[in-house]
C-alpha cells in the first residue's frame, strides 16, 4: 500500500521558520518528481514547490527566497523548510508523489498556521 505521510505542521509567528518532511512508503518515487501543494480556506489547492529525479526544482513566486524543498532519495522523503513565513502562507499543505494537480498519490496534509 502506497503512503505519504506529511509531518512537521504547526502553529508559528510571523517570521519564523517551519520544515515539513513527507515519508513515502510502499513505493520507490525517486524517479519521479515530488511537490508540495497548499490551500487555504476557500481557495484552490496551489502548486508551492515541485522537485524533479534531477534535483532540479521550480517554486511558486510567492515563496522564492523563503521556501527550499529538498529530498532525501535513500529515505524516499520530501522536505519543504518554510522560513520568513507570512500570515498568507496559511493552509493546509499536502506533498503528493507526480508533481502535478492530477498526481495519484496525496498525503493527507498537515495545518501551518502563521499568526502573532
Known amino acids: 500500500q502506497v503512503q505519504l505521510v506529511e509531518s512537521g505542521g504547526g502553529l508559528v509567528q510571523p517570521g519564523g521558520s517551519l520544515r515539513l518532511s513527507c515519508a513515502a512508503s510502499g513505493r520507490d518515487f525517486s524517479s519521479n518528481a515530488m511537490a508540495w501543494y497548499r490551500q487555504a480556506p476557500g481557495k484552490q489547492r496551489e502548486l508551492v514547490a515541485r522537485?524533479?529525479?534531477?534535483?532540479?526544482?521550480n517554486y511558486a513566486d510567492s515563496v522564492k527566497g523563503r521556501f527550499t524543498i529538498s529530498r532525501d532519495f535513500a529515505k524516499n522523503t520530501v522536505y519543504l523548510q518554510m522560513n520568513s513565513l507570512k500570515p498568507e502562507d496559511t493552509a493546509v499543505y499536502y506533498c503528493?508523489?507526480?508533481?502535478?494537480?492530477?498526481?495519484?498519490?496525496w498525503g493527507q496534509g498537515t495545518q501551518v498556521t502563521v499568526s502573532s
Open positions: 503528493n508523489a507526480g508533481g502535478t494537480l492530477f498526481a495519484t498519490y
Open positions: 522537485i524533479f529525479s534531477s534535483a532540479s526544482t
